[in-house]
């Protein structure tokens, strides 16, 4: 699934490591699903998406869930 995490990472200067430690998650984790090798769980979709203060829509690319 394509998403927006990198940007919106750099945008903050926060390191992976950073961001899965705010959000409940491994750094592994937050690679993975960065780099669109695995989608990330509904529950830890929205707590991304609460970090970074965007809509789950805006960070991840949900349209393709609705296929």
Known sequence: ???TIRVER????IS??????AVNA???????????KSDPKLALAVRISKFFGLPVEEVFD???LES
């Open 10 to 13: 750099a945008k903050k200067r």
């Open 62 to 64: 949900t349209h393709v």
């Open 26 to 36: 491994t750094r592994q984790s937050i690679h993975l699903i960065e780099n669109g």
């Open 16 to 21: 992976q490591e950073t961001l899965a430690n």
């Open 1 to 3: 699934m394509k998403n």
